[in-house]
Every structure is written in C-alpha cells, then in structure tokens.
C-alpha cells in the first residue's frame, strides 16, 4: 500500500519544549513538504525539501526545523522559539519537478499539535 | 505572482441540488490549477487538476471544474450533492516558473455544507 504516513495524529507539548513530527512516505518521491493549517487560513509552506541532504525555508520557518537524510523520510521539528504552534500539521510529497505532472502534491493525514 | 481567492467561505445546498465553489486565480504564466477536498481532522485529497489540456476537467466523485482564461476562473462542479460531500475545497494554483515547492499557492478554503 503505497502512501503518506504522519505520526503522532494527535502530539501535546509543554512550554519550552522541543517536539518531533514524524512524515514518510513510500511513493519513491523525490521532494517533500510541510505545512501548517490554522482555521480560515488555509495551507502555509513551512519548509520543503527537493531532494535528499538538501530543504529550504518556506513561508514560515521561524520556530521550525527540518532534516531530511532518507528519501522516504522529512521529519519536522517544533522548537520551543515557536510560540504559536497549535495548530494541524499536514505532510506532501511529489515526484519532483523533471517528472511529468511532477506538481502534484499528495498529502498525508495529518498531525495535531496542542500546547498544555 | 500568482494568488487564488475562493469566492466563499461556506456554501451550504440540500442534498441533491448542484454544488458550485467559486475560485479565481492570477498568474504571471501558464497556470496549473488543482483542486483538493478536505475531510475533518483529514489530509487533503486530489478531486482534480487542470495542465493545460482539455479546459473541462473531470475529477472524482462526480466533480469537475472549467478553466476559463478569459474570467481567469476555475470554478468547481457537481450536479448532483451527496451527504459524503461535506468537507473543506481548497482551490490551489501552481506557477512553473522555476520556483521552489513547485510554487504552489492554496486558497483559503470553501466550506460546504450539505443539508438533508
């Protein structure tokens, strides 16, 4: 079965505290995305990666990071500099740009992130 | 620069009744124009996708969009709403003019409401 993955669905942070979100998929793709969610706001970039070894910022990295050493895996990290990270965390990968059609983005089902 | 406004924020019909979900875009080159349908607490899911091709695109479920340069729209369809519809549309445009993340811009979402 062939897809996107996201884990935790549901994570809580304290204050101050770094936490992990986990995203792979096993479609072969070539690049990578994370986005964030707030209600009525639609999708913001947040970082996204073409190819292995290599990301770049999106519309909103302050507060984030990412790696990205395994094709098939793009973990994003929230930083305890992020002060506002409720929000629905949501994963993408495509083929990459020299493949046809190669804009397509398809998701994964999602983290939610809560602040205690 | 290219920019996506959907028209409405909620379209509620009853069961039965054509759906309509308006989208306009811009765009400094030749655009691709997607369309995603998002479950709650779900990822987002292809209903369809415009490449320049056929300007009528079928998508799945039962929908389809027309792109209409001349209006610079590409309005979503359905003849017929089914209660399984409810869900947030997301109206996205990507520009292939070499930027990163394939240079998507997603719109900020039409929430339909389907009533008995």
């Known amino acids: 079965d062939g897809g996107i993955t996201q884990s935790p669905k549901y994570l809580f942070r304290k204050e101050g505290q770094n936490v992990t979100l986990s995203c792979e998929q096993n479609?072969?793709?070539?690049?990578m995305y994370w986005y964030r969610q707030d209600p009525g706001q639609g999708l913001r970039l947040i970082y996204y990666?073409?190819?292995?070894?290599?990301?770049q910022k999106g519309d909103i990295a302050e507060g984030y990071s990412v790696s990205r050493e395994k094709k098939e895996s793009f973990p994003l990290t929230v930083t305890s500099a992020q002060k506002n990270p409720t929000a629905f965390y949501l994963c993408?990968?495509?083929?990459?740009?020299?493949?046809?059609?190669?804009?397509?983005?398809?998701f994964g089902p999602g983290t939610r992130l809560l602040v205690l | 620069a290219q920019s996506v406004t959907q028209l409405d924020s909620h379209v509620s019909v009853s069961e039965g009744t054509p759906v309509l979900l308006r989208c306009n875009y811009s765009s400094s080159y030749s655009p691709s124009l997607f369309w995603y349908v998002q479950h709650p607490n779900k990822g987002l899911q292809l209903l369809l996708k415009y490449t320049s091709a056929a300007t009528l695109v079928k998508g799945i479920n039962g929908f389809e969009a027309e792109f209409k340069k001349s209006e610079t729209s590409f309005h979503l369809t359905k003849p017929s709403a089914h209660m399984s519809d409810a869900a947030e549309y997301f109206c996205?445009?990507?520009?292939?003019?070499?930027?990163?993340?394939?240079?998507?811009?997603f719109g900020k979402g039409t929430h339909l409401i389907i009533q008995p």
């Open positions: 993408a990968s495509s083929p990459g740009q020299a493949a046809s059609g190669s804009e397509t983005q398809y």
């Open positions: 996205v445009v990507s520009e292939r003019s070499g930027g990163g993340a394939d240079g998507l811009t």
């Open positions: 990666s073409q190819i292995v070894n290599d990301f």
């Open positions: 479609l072969n793709h070539d690049a």
